[in-house]
């Protein structure tokens, strides 16, 4: 593990500083990226960002938005515990791994400039895409809403006149078969219709021993659809609309201890054993309208009105054996609107991007704690259901303004005013039955009524935050290839409500929590070398981040779990990243992606004690890595293959704040590798991908309620898969 840890890094650094003069005419090409909300060189723009193209997402075997995360430093975008969908996200140490409603995501999620506000449905399948872009960093000025961590962009194509159709599909290890059809045409003078429908299927990597039934497969159809038109040589529309139907079945987890009746733990990772009916179900959609209108040569008007909404249907079986120890069958749904009103300017030694952006939306939401191992404690079967509802609206105005003050040198200001506002109602009781009254129907029918026995939480409450959240920044073109720059930005997560909460244990909950902050500072460099050959791209930065929210979860006395959301933390993060390209021979490519952060827990208040120095900061790696060749062989017949074999590093990972020797994964390396071979007329492709050929066991996410609760989820085995893909 040592050898491969440090051989890619080492690989690369040798290739990028003593293996460049000796190479005839290879260039690299110029990446374009909007993450300034304006097309730019990604060279030109002072912001730590990976700019990930069509190509570059199939050549390294990209399927959805999980394998983004070897590709950038710095990253962790996983699915998240228990479910197949819901993405886990945290860019430099700052994320929200609890997806329940009323919590707000740490890293802004974003399809075509439209806000993806819940993480359940987020893991977004690779298609009919142009670019995935990853900022690193809090983006409060040009993004604003919940990107304290930074944000993530899924661009998709914009169409031409030429009309296209491209159908791809793959089949692979465990049954695979993906089948992608995506197309656009003129329809009219300046009027264009596109769509894309994928159906992506596959068998599970394990199973329900006691069932039979499937565990981590997949059943995933996405549709998408829009039209383009200009209704003059200065306006530009487009309508999109889009639904992703995920009928996996519900992923449980992998008991690390003896159940409570002795069940010895499984052979495999991927095997579990549940009582839990296995249905279950996530559907989002959403329709959107852009315009942007040409005032003139240098100022233009931009509206983006979208609705969204999503329902999930899920159980999550903690226990994992065949009783209902403690079992959760669990459903949300949320809505929202947004709007956005965008003016940018461009003159001839400065440019503004500002404009006003609103949100509404409701998220809601029920679940049971089944608590069947106290039938053998008390003798009577006992449930906790949990329920409720947060309204949240929120206005905010910005402006990032950006002036050429002297040749080659270039001051960035900019600044955000966000005012949130949630309306917040919560339900826990307890009840004298396996389950609750909301799902009694579905999970035992022929069981007697639920008897409330007391109720925990009963309440409605409302708060409202406001956050300036300021930007500046310098950058200095020392010459054509090496920019250098610095800056400081600030970010803010709204605060919210704690659905979870027990007021009868801790009254408190029912004053919500407060938003937490972050002040990052950050200096970088960004460089084209020796005739464009190497694009070294590197970046370091501190973060200060305060009041950070908490979740406390844990059985109390007398039955029942509490939860409490705590503005208990601050840490400082600071770390660097390294971003290398390299082109070593006309048909030889190297690529480096090295990121280090070092975090430490400044405050950490539990029980009113300060215990920062036993905690750190979860689903942050200190050391993340990745190296990759890309080989492009020229055939006599004019047909092209490439070859791309990646190593990824990760280094030991903490799951929670608290250490768990039994749930933390160790440092592992992953090696992938794909062939994708291009027809001379560029019609067609076809390619065989292989991920983690090693087969390497590791473990991404997990639940800690100790002993035989204690359960993990894991990343993909080994898996092989041929693809094809036809352009008419």
């Known amino acids: 593990m040592r050898a491969i840890k440090f051989h890619p890094i080492a690989a690369g650094v040798m290739l990028a500083c003593g293996a460049s003069f000796t190479y005839a005419e290879p260039a690299l090409e110029e990446v374009t990226v909007t993450a300034q909300k304006r097309e730019q060189s990604m060279q030109e723009v002072p912001v730590a960002v990976t700019a990930i193209s069509e190509d570059q997402l199939l050549q390294a075997g990209v399927s959805d938005l999980t394998d983004v995360q070897k590709l950038s430093p710095n990253t962790t975008l996983q699915a998240s515990r228990g479910?197949?969908?819901?993405?886990?996200?945290?860019i430099r140490g700052i994320g929200q791994q609890d997806p329940l409603w009323g919590f707000e995501p740490g890293v802004g999620i974003y399809v075509d400039d439209v806000y993806i506000a819940r993480p359940q449905g987020a893991v977004l399948d690779i298609l009919d895409v142009e670019r995935v872009e990853v900022l690193r960093g809090p983006q409060g000025?040009?993004?604003?809403?919940?990107?304290?961590?930074?944000?993530?962009?899924?661009?998709?194509?914009?169409?031409?006149?030429?009309?296209?159709?491209?159908?791809?599909?793959?089949?692979?290890?465990?049954?695979?078969?993906?089948?992608?059809?995506?197309?656009?045409?003129?329809?009219?003078?300046?009027?264009?219709?596109?769509?894309?429908?994928a159906s992506?299927?596959?068998?599970g990597y394990g199973e329900n021993v006691i069932t039979g039934d499937e565990q981590y497969n997949k059943d995933i159809v996405s549709a998408r659809v829009a039209l383009e038109f200009n209704p003059s040589d200065a306006l530009w529309v487009r309508v999109a609309a889009d639904q992703t139907t995920d009928k996996s079945a519900p992923k449980h987890g992998y008991r690390l201890a003896p159940g409570l009746g002795g069940e010895p733990v499984l052979d495999s990772v991927y095997d579990t054993e549940s009582n839990m009916l296995y249905d279950n179900l996530v559907e989002t959609s959403g329709a959107s309208l852009t315009a942007e209108y040409e005032l003139s040569d240098s100022v233009t008007l931009k509206s983006t009105t979208a609705f969204r909404q999503g329902e999930t249907q899920t159980a999550i079986d903690f226990d994992s054996v065949n009783r209902p120890d403690f079992d959760v069958p669990?459903?949300?749904?949320?809505?929202?609107?947004?709007?956005?009103?965008?003016?940018?300017?461009?003159g001839d030694n400065a440019d503004l991007v500002s404009g006003v952006y609103y949100y509404t939306g409701t998220a809601a939401g029920s679940f049971d704690a089944v608590l069947g191992y106290l039938t053998n404690v008390i003798g009577i079967p006992l449930t906790q259901n949990v329920a409720g509802s947060v309204d949240t609206t929120s206005l905010s105005a910005y402006a990032h303004y950006n002036w050429q003050f002297a040749p080659d040198w270039n001051l960035s200001l900019g600044g955000r005013y966000t005012k949130d506002e949630k309306d917040a109602d919560v339900f826990k009781a307890n009840y004298l039955s396996l389950y609750s009254p909301t799902f009694q129907d579905k999970y035992y029918p022929e069981g007697a009524d639920p008897i409330l026995l007391g109720v925990l939480t009963d309440y409605e409450n409302s708060d409202s935050w406001g956050e300036f959240t300021p930007h500046i920044g310098i950058d200095h073109q020392i010459n054509d290839d090496v920019m250098v720059y610095a800056g400081y930005s600030a970010g803010f997560k709204s605060g919210g409500f704690d659905m979870r909460g027990d007021a009868s244990q801790l009254p408190s909950t029912v004053d919500g929590f407060d938003p937490e902050t972050v002040d990052t500072y950050e200096f970088g460099v960004k460089s084209d070398l020796f005739n464009n050959r190497l694009r070294l791209n590197a970046a370091a930065f501190r973060a200060d981040y305060k009041d950070m929210q908490v979740t406390v979860q844990e059985f109390v006395e007398g039955g029942g779990f509490a939860s409490a959301v705590l503005n208990?933390?601050?840490?400082?993060?600071?770390?660097?990243?390294?971003?290398?390209?390299?082109?070593?021979?006309?048909?030889?490519?190297?690529?480096?992606?090295?990121?280090?952060?070092?975090?430490?827990?400044?405050?950490?208040?539990s029980g009113g004690v300060d215990v920062s120095d036993q905690r750190d900061l979860q689903n942050?790696?200190?050391?993340?890595?990745?190296?990759?060749l890309n080989y492009s062989l020229p055939m006599q017949s004019g047909a092209e293959v490439v070859i791309n074999p990646t190593i990824s590093y990760r280094a030991d990972t903490q799951i929670f704040e608290?250490?768990?020797?039994?749930?933390?994964?160790?440092?592992?390396?992953?090696?992938?590798?794909?062939?994708?071979?291009?027809?001379?007329?560029?019609?067609?492709?076809?390619?065989l991908v292989g991920k983690n050929l090693t087969d390497k066991e590791y473990r991404i996410a997990g639940y800690a309620f100790g002993g035989a609760f204690d359960t993990g989820f894991y990343g993909?085995?080994?898996?092989?898969a041929l693809t094809g893909n036809y352009n008419f």
């Open 620 to 628: 942050t790696p200190d050391t993340t890595a990745m190296f990759q």
């Open 200 to 203: 992506f299927q596959r068998d």
């Open 658 to 687: 608290v250490p768990n020797p039994v749930l933390d994964q160790e440092a592992y390396t992953l090696v992938d590798m794909t062939a994708t071979y291009y027809s001379a007329d560029g019609k067609w492709q076809a390619g």
């Open 568 to 605: 208990a933390g601050e840490s400082r993060i600071q770390g660097i990243e390294l971003e290398a390209t390299l082109a070593m021979t006309d048909n030889l490519m190297a690529n480096l992606a090295l990121g280090y952060a070092d975090t430490e827990f400044l405050e950490f208040i």
């Open 330 to 346: 669990a459903f949300y749904e949320d809505d929202q609107t947004t709007q956005e009103f965008q003016l940018i300017w461009e």
């Open 141 to 197: 000025t040009l993004y604003g809403k919940n990107t304290i961590g930074g944000a993530v962009k899924y661009v998709t194509k914009k169409m031409s006149g030429d009309t296209r159709v491209s159908i791809s599909g793959a089949v692979g290890s465990y049954s695979q078969t993906d089948l992608k059809v995506a197309g656009s045409t003129e329809i009219a003078d300046g009027v264009y219709l596109g769509g894309a429908i």
């Open 716 to 720: 993909a085995p080994r898996t092989i």
């Open 83 to 90: 479910t197949n969908s819901t993405l886990t996200a945290f």
